[in-house]
């Protein structure tokens, strides 16, 4: 399995996070399981929170895993 690129867009201001996979949007994510849910469905079955939130993978823009929030 290859690593995929994964990005986390800064919260739009009605909340919550587009989270761009493979050059894909796959959605808009609330908190870390969502953002989680979305690396599983593409394939990165043993992934849970606390990866999300510690892996050096994820390009979290505009605020780092703890921001849900538009400023």
Known sequence: MS???VT????SPTGGR???????IL???HDLADVAE?????GLDDID???VETSALI???GGGPRVWAAP
């Open 18 to 24: 587009r989270v761009r996979i493979d050059g894909e």
């Open 49 to 51: 929170e606390h990866d």
């Open 38 to 42: 979305f690396l599983r469905r593409a």
């Open 3 to 5: 690593v995929l690129p």
């Open 8 to 11: 986390v867009y800064p919260p």
């Open 59 to 61: 390009d979290w823009r």
């Open 27 to 29: 959605g808009l994510a």
